[in-house]
């Protein structure tokens, strides 16, 4: 029954690669400039995106009880927001286009990536080169916080019920939330909407709570040994002292 491990994994990785060279292949073929009405309406994108990650997110993180499929479901709701904008309907750049009192057909693939476009318009960048920046801290951030998920849920699912206290879990108590976390300020920073920035601060908060409330489940599951563990290790970042 090993299967599912991996297949898991494959998912993961196969929606992390997909998701980069749909963003990237523009920019090493020198077609970037791809315009608006060819990059966006790409509803096989939108759907097989949605697929791709909301699988990660139920596979990696897997939901428990009321509260676990609570979080899980404003995790899939965050993703449906982001890749309908990202490759189906821009609903910011709507928005932005109309305050800034242009038309929304001058945002092609990269006028789309806003953070980029504020680093050009603000002429700390150029726009080329606004999008290699925005996409190289966004990948490092999604693949650092993919691996992180995949490793520390691996590991539990090796612990048989047991406490782990070692590997990863020797330097933050929810490695899994943590990658997650990552994952999520990764696509803030890779493409930036108006549903995702209101959304992506109610998200982690709900992982916060989540986290704690399952910090009390294992104390009274593992007693005196979790909570010393508890106060040698951070919840999510690791502690500078583990005294």
């Known amino acids: 029954m090993r299967w599912p491990i991996y297949l898991v994994i494959f998912i993961s990785l196969a929606a992390l690669s997909v998701l980069l060279i749909t963003l990237f292949a523009p920019l090493i073929s020198n077609t970037e400039d791809i315009p608006f009405g060819e990059w966006y309406s790409n509803w ?72 980029a476009y504020l680093l050009d318009r603000q002429g700390i960048l150029t726009l080329r080169w606004g999008v290699y920046a925005v996409m190289a801290t966004s990948t490092l951030l999604i693949a650092g916080g993919v691996i992180m998920t995949g490793v520390g849920w691996r590991r539990i699912y090796q612990s048989e019920g047991r406490l782990v206290t070692d590997g990863i879990y020797g330097f933050v108590r929810h490695p899994q939330y943590s990658g997650f976390f990552l994952v999520i300020i990764g696509f803030l920073t890779q493409w930036p909407t108006i549903l995702t920035l209101i959304m992506a601060p109610i998200l982690l908060v709900m992982y916060v709570r989540l986290a704690t409330s399952e910090d009390v489940q294992l104390g009274k599951e593992f007693g005196a040994d979790y909570e010393i563990y508890k106060h040698r290790v951070g919840a999510f970042f690791p502690k500078w002292s583990r005294r």
């Open 44 to 115: 096989f994108a939108v759907i097989g995106a949605i697929i791709l990650f909301v699988t990660f997110l139920l596979g990696f993180i897997r939901p428990r009880g009321t509260p676990g499929w609570r979080s899980a479901g404003v995790g899939t709701a965050f993703f449906i927001a982001l890749f309908t904008e990202m490759f189906g309907i821009p609903l910011t750049i709507y928005l932005l286009a109309g305050t800034l009192g242009g038309s929304p057909a001058g945002f092609g693939h990269l006028e789309s990536h806003l953070w």
